[in-house]
């Protein structure tokens, strides 16, 4: 099958890399510009626009799919092109009515949830912070509102009550991948069996503002847990700020100690709103390195009954 492939972060590499190894003939790429990164503000390539370079894959990348001359080149390549199948993974862009039509198969994307919950730009964070216990991939046909489209594929996984977003985005991006091949077999089969979306069910994931990751103690040490899952938590310690990448619950209850106070200084243990307790397990203090509890405390001695701000 003749297929235009269109992501941008690593999480959509598996997907490309399914597709280049898995007999398809992967004839475009379609990915975000090169962005400036660093001091030096070196142009940095798409993690996508890497892989596909290793494949030989020819490269796009139109500032818009949808107005202006990058967008009248791009439809003239997809014409020419002539795809039977436009895969689409985080790529960063709305496609109009005009590319969603080309195709022979149309247009389908693998989502990082189970569709129709946690439509939008953000869900591996959003199953987390909200303490979903499940969460999996679906692939959808794509229609032109926002992750609304049939779904014809979903692969669900249990999340780990102490799972992170990173390890939680490696799982679901590798899954993805073996989701989209599925869908594609069953494209050639004729076996597919699209579903209609519940518009009842839904939920939306919208885009992770910086100001989320601050740690509010007064909230319990589940809501707690989950942002430090979530979105990476930070706090003030000694008027120096720390982020937090991993935490446990603890089995400690101190209803009398305040929202925030350390409570055992040996393992890094802080009250939450509800009298439960949270154990940080690696952290970065402010102009260190990211490390193990365990380590930051050969270096650094806390003091018990302490509030982190």
């Known amino acids: 099958m003749k297929v235009v492939f269109m992501g941008t972060p690593d999480f959509a ?11 398809c003939e992967v004839a475009a790429v379609f990915t975000q510009p090169d962005k400036p990164k660093g001091r030096g503000y070196k142009m940095i390539p798409t993690p996508v626009k890497l892989a596909a370079e290793e ?4 490269v796009y990348q139109p500032l818009s799919l949808r107005k202006g001359e990058d967008a009248e080149e791009s439809m003239r390549i997809l014409n020419d092109i ?3 199948l436009i895969v689409v993974t985080a790529y960063g862009q709305i496609l109009p009515k005009e590319i969603l039509e080309l195709p022979k198969h149309g247009c389908v994307n693998i989502h990082a949830s189970l569709l129709p919950r946690y439509r939008g730009a953000a869900p591996i964070n959003w199953v987390l912070l909200n303490g979903e216990t499940e969460t999996g991939v679906t692939s959808m046909q794509m229609s032109e509102g926002l992750d609304t489209g049939d779904m014809l594929i979903r692969r669900s996984t249990k999340i780990g009550e102490n799972e992170t977003y990173e390890e939680l985005y490696a799982r679901l991006s590798a899954m993805g991948g073996e989701v989209l091949m599925d869908t594609i077999k069953a494209i050639e ?12 069910q839904t939920c939306y ?17 589940a809501e707690v847990h989950n942002t430090i899952r979530g979105v990476t938590g930070f706090a003030m310690l000694e008027g120096k700020r720390i982020k937090v990448y991993r935490s446990k619950i603890s089995d400690n209850i101190a209803p009398n100690a305040a929202d925030g106070e350390i409570v055992d200084t040996a393992s890094f243990t802080v009250k939450c709103g509800d009298g439960r307790c949270v154990t940080f397990l690696e952290v970065q203090p402010e102009g260190k390195k990211r490390m193990k509890t365990e380590d930051f405390l050969r270096g650094k001695k806390l003091t018990k009954g302490e509030v982190l701000a």
């Open 13 to 23: 590499v598996p997907c490309l890399r399914a597709l280049a190894e898995g007999g």
């Open 55 to 58: 494949y030989g894959i020819p």
């Open 82 to 84: 002539a795809p039977e």
């Open 189 to 200: 089969s004729g076996t597919l069996s699209p579903e209609k979306q519940d518009d009842a």
């Open 205 to 221: 994931s919208p885009m992770i503002r910086k100001e989320m990751s601050a740690l509010d103690f007064t909230k319990t040490a």
